[in-house]
């Protein structure tokens, strides 16, 4: 039975799907701006400075990789509280780190576990949630992600000013991860109870059913990413198609995301703005960017996912491109912090377009392999174009990488145009009903 014929409430998924995402994501979000000036504290040139805030995603492209098989073979909440655990041990490692090569290698950590915690969420959305729904679900996922990026560099800046050091936000961190895996081994696991949900209602539609699918039923959240575990890489060939056109336009979409969280917090370095500024600036952005999490959900589902995609990514073209030519400008502070809110503002009209698109085009029967395949493409960008970002800025300069980045955005914006299905999702005339509260 189709996830639509299923009774669905957002209470169902409210505190164990989003709380420990929020955890998590909210001590990610109080070290990525402050990476950078750790780095360059320690002596790092601005291009080896930014190659080491990338690391965040390089770790999730790599990660992304192992990610299924392991979901596959010890369950999705045991492979978030692992993951968390896995984190805990590369920001002990950034925080004591000597050196900055071993600063990069606890940050490299950070990233892969955060391929696991992510995947996993994103597998239990799309198998339970109703598609009627999913955008808005999707949306509200990466808006907790969001969200924790907003309250994340707030928090750093109180405890910059409190203990004078950049390198005491990584507890921050730590302390997010141990509470996120505290909550998942509290909270009962979502996938178990809608699981059951799903085969109750199962058993009321077909009477016959035998307790063999019905006990399949159970997993299904499970049986999503088991078939990730293999032939990722076959997977991206029988799709490549679709992942060289679409695919490629999702790429440059995490490409100008990650570019984006990487540049800034270069910039505000190369400007002269301190550790704390810098996080409270990055921190207002964010709740721009949070706010319109939401917002980008319900237009994806009444509009299409066009509507969503093609004004974030052109939103975040013109912003780097502007910010480009802003370095030597009278007032950069303040030319600055004028583009960081409108690339927030950008970005947050795109809120899940990525997990939404790859969720409408994965195979419906089996969508695990292509899913797969779909956060693969869209990571790889995520981790090739801060290493772009990093060599550009070593040969050239910060700006010309900021000015390069935002014609990719462009680019990406023209893929997007040209190959992202117009369609609305929805396919009766009558408005679908709300979710129970």
């Known amino acids: 039975m189709s996830t639509e014929e299923l009774p669905f409430k957002w209470s169902s998924i409210a505190l164990s799907a989003f709380l420990p995402t929020l955890l ?72 004591f780190a000597p050196n900055t090569f071993v600063l990069g290698v606890g940050i490299l950590i950070v990233g892969l576990s955060t391929a696991v915690f992510a995947l996993a969420r994103h597998a239990f959305m799309t198998s339970f949630v109703p598609q009627r729904y999913r955008a808005r679900a999707l949306s509200t996922l990466g808006g907790t992600f969001r969200c924790g990026y907003f309250v994340g560099p707030f928090i750093a800046a109180g405890v910059i000013n409190l203990t004078g050091h950049a390198s005491s936000v990584f507890w921050i961190d730590i302390v997010g991860c141990l509470g996120a895996a505290i909550v998942l081994l509290v909270v009962k696991d979502p996938s178990e109870a809608l699981g059951a949900a799903r085969a109750v209602h199962t058993a009321r539609a077909a009477h016959h059913a035998s307790a063999r699918n019905d006990a399949a039923e159970l997993d299904a959240g499970r049986e999503f990413v088991a078939a990730e575990s293999h032939g990722l890489f076959q997977t991206i060939w029988a799709n490549r198609g679709v992942l060289g056109r679409l695919g490629t336009g999702a790429g440059l979409i995490g490409a100008i995301r990650a570019s984006r969280q990487v540049i800034l917090p270069l910039w505000a370095v190369s400007i002269g703005i301190g550790d704390s500024n810098t996080a409270l600036i990055i921190g207002i952005a964010g709740a721009i960017d949070f706010a319109l999490f939401y917002s980008s959900g319900q237009i994806m589902d009444r509009f299409g996912r066009l509507a969503s995609a093609l004004p974030s990514m052109i939103g975040l073209g013109l912003g780097l491109i502007v910010l480009s030519f802003s370095h030597d400008l009278p007032g950069n502070v303040v030319w600055f912090i004028g583009i960081a809110m409108f690339l927030s503002l950008a970005n947050g009209i795109g809120s899940g377009i990525l997990m939404t698109l790859g969720s409408d085009l994965a195979d419906k029967r089996n969508p695990a392999p292509f899913l797969g395949a779909w956060r693969f493409t869209g990571d790889v960008g995520s981790a090739a174009a801060p290493l772009l970002v990093s060599l550009l800025t070593a040969v050239a300069s910060l700006a010309i990488a900021s000015g390069v980045i935002g014609v990719l955005g462009l680019v990406g914006a023209g893929l997007l145009w040209r190959y992202v299905p117009r369609y609305i999702p929805r396919t009766v005339r009558k408005p679908a009903p709300k979710p129970a509260i």
Do not use: K, N, Y
């Not at 080491?52 to 978030?80: N, Q």
């Open 24 to 95: 998590f994501s909210t001590g990610e979000g109080a070290i990525i701006p402050i990476v950078p000036t750790i780095a360059h504290s320690m002596g790092a040139q601005l291009a080896i400075a930014g190659l080491i805030a990338s690391m965040i995603m390089v770790g999730e492209a790599f990660g992304d990789i192992p990610s299924g098989w392991l979901v596959a073979r010890i369950g999705e909440r045991s492979s978030m509280i692992g993951a968390a655990f896995v984190a805990v041990i590369g920001l002990a490692v950034s925080t």
